[in-house]
């Protein structure tokens, strides 16, 4: 049986797609997003946050770190036991391992509710689809139960694993944040060739897409920029429906607590309205374009 590191896993959750969901979030990214809301997410393995402002350095967990690694993180091994004595809830542990059987256990439990409300289980991330063999296992036996499958993906994966676990899932929600290879590489770190090849399969065999963009000013808001992704998107025979995601700096502190440093600065959350212009852009070349 596979295992795999997930990071959390959210009941009754109503806005990760159709009716009511379970959302299974797995840890590990290839990505670093320059606004990347989830730094916990990033890391494959487990990881302790530090709410330095909770801590009273009362120094329970110097004393039962067997790495000494407690406030320099330096080797960490993941193992919890600082989280276990700390009284003050100065710390938690992010990640843990998890058998596809647990997982299904998991998702199990409110597969009433999927049934009274259309709904299902979401599989989420950092990148579900760094974890192929173990997402495998989970999906083909979801499909099994007549359970809603949606995976909400980067894509940046390759084409025969996204093929293979396409097969088990009903719906995507796949990340566009940028059409053009030299700026995708300057705000991720990585190419989106693979990405847009994927996206270009989907659309080919039909699957049911959705794409979300998310709009970071100063980074992928300009003119040049969104129309290189309009250019792409019109290639897309099934016209998928566009998401325009506003950029806000939420995980902000979430850096801090694991000894990270906040890439975006001073950067102010985006409104809504913002993305108005943007939107309305969209929906002028004839893509079904929303503002969450
Ligand atoms: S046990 Fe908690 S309160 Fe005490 S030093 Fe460690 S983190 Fe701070
Ligand atoms: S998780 Fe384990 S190794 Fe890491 S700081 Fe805490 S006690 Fe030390």
């Known amino acids: 049986m596979e295992s795999g590191i ?13 009716g009511l969901r379970t959302t299974v979030f797995f840890k590990g990214c290839p990505l670093r997003c320059l606004w990347c809301a989830n730094p916990e997410s990033q890391s494959s ?5 530090y709410y330095s402002d909770k801590c009273v350095h009362c120094m329970a967990c110097k004393e039962v770190c067997p790495t000494g690694a407690v406030f320099t993180r330096k080797g960490c091994i993941g193992c919890g036991k600082c989280m276990e004595v700390c009284m003050y809830c100065a710390r938690k542990l ?3 391992s998890m058998t596809s059987d647990q997982v299904m256990e998991e998702i199990r439990k409110d597969s009433m509710l999927y049934k009274e409300s259309d709904g299902g289980v979401t599989f989420s991330g950092g990148e579900v689809l ?4 173990f997402l495998l296992e989970i999906i083909k036996q979801c499909k099994h139960e007549r359970i809603h499958t949606l995976l909400d993906t980067t894509a940046y994966c390759s ?3 996204f093929n293979e676990v396409l097969k088990y899932i009903d719906l995507v929600y796949v990340d566009l944040k940028c059409a053009s290879d030299s700026e995708h590489k300057k705000m991720t770190g990585v190419s989106n060739s693979n990405i ?16 979300r963009m998310p709009i970071i000013p100063g980074y992928n808001d300009s003119m040049q920029i969104l129309e290189t992704d309009i250019r792409f ?3 897309l ?4 429906k566009v998401w325009l995601l506003p950029f806000h700096a939420f995980g902000k502190t979430k850096y801090e607590t694991l000894g990270m440093k906040w890439p975006m600065g001073d950067k102010k959350n985006m409104d809504r309205d913002e993305l108005k212009t943007i939107a309305n852009l969209f929906v002028e070349y004839g893509i079904d374009t929303k503002i969450q």
């Open 6 to 18: 997930i990071f959390d896993i959210q009941n009754l959750s109503l806005h990760d797609g159709p």
């Open 45 to 49: 393995q487990p990881e302790m946050m």
């Open 94 to 96: 992010v990640g843990k």
């Open 130 to 133: 760094r974890q192929p063999m």
């Open 159 to 161: 084409q025969e694993i």
């Open 196 to 211: 847009l090849k994927n996206i270009q399969f989907m659309d080919k065999i039909g699957k049911a897409f959705e794409i």
């Open 233 to 235: 998107i019109k290639t």
């Open 237 to 240: 025979e099934t016209k998928p």
